[in-house]
Every structure is written in structure tokens, then in C-alpha cells.
């Protein structure tokens, strides 16, 4: 892919993954209803749904900026750790597999901006070594 065109496919896939990270949080830090129901179901205290909120809030800004990489790594790796906390708590109250399958699929569409950013990184350092 031309350097460009992966430049467009990562601002996309990371604007729509941190906009979905957004209305979580939010969701989280309002204790939405079904959010409230969930967490009471998994066995957790109510307030953890502020403190994920505000996590997944500076998650999304995490990953929209530019600047510090090593703070974008660790907030891929603190959503990363989110989703596969939600597949082992539902696995643990003995969900069943339809309830599975949503934390998974969440960690794979993870994956996706997290691949274009690595492509995007890797596409501007050979474009640096072509000019010079």
C-alpha cells in the first residue's frame, strides 16, 4: 500500500475505534442503565463503571494523539487488558457463549487501527529513507 492511501485507512480505523471508546466511556461514566445491570451481574461494585470510564475516556485520547508513542502502546495494551478482563469475568459468572463473543470481537476491532498504526509507522520511515 502507498504511503498515503495506509495514512487515510489508519486516521479511519482509529477515528472510529476511538469515537466507539468515547460513547463507551461515557455510557461508563453516566452509569448508563444496561452498564449498571452488567456490571451488578458480573459481581462488581457500581463505581468501577466511573473508573473504566474515565480509563477508556483517556484511552481514546491516548490514541488519537500524535505525539508520545510509548502512552498510545499502553493504552492499546489498558483496552486490550479491558476486553480480556470482560471475556474472563463473563466466563466466571458462567455466561453463556453468546456473551462470550462480544469482548472478543471488541479485541479484535482493537486490532485493526492498532495494525494500520504499526503500518502507518513502518510506511513513514521507509518514505524518510527514500528521501534521503
Not at 468501577?48 to 499502553?74: C, D, S
Request: proline share 4%.
Amino acid at each position: 500500500m502507498k504511503t498515503n492511501k495506509i495514512s487515510i485507512f489508519y486516521w479511519i480505523s482509529t477515528g472510529i475505534f476511538a469515537l466507539l471508546m468515547l460513547m463507551d466511556s461515557i455510557g461508563g461514566i453516566t452509569h448508563e442503565a444496561t452498564g449498571v445491570a452488567i456490571i451488578k451481574h458480573l459481581g462488581y461494585p457500581e463505581y468501577v463503571l466511573t473508573i473504566f470510564g474515565i480509563a477508556k475516556l483517556l484511552g481514546a485520547i491516548a490514541v488519537l494523539q500524535p505525539k508520545f508513542q510509548t502512552i498510545r502502546e499502553w493504552a492499546y495494551a489498558g483496552i486490550a487488558i479491558n476486553f480480556i478482563g470482560a471475556f474472563c469475568s463473563r466466563l466466571a459468572v458462567g455466561d453463556p457463549a453468546g456473551e462470550l463473543i462480544a469482548p472478543i470481537v471488541a479485541l479484535l476491532i482493537m486490532f485493526v487501527p492498532y495494525y494500520a498504526w504499526k503500518r502507518y509507522e513502518a510506511a513513514k520511515g521507509t518514505a524518510r529513507l527514500a528521501v534521503i
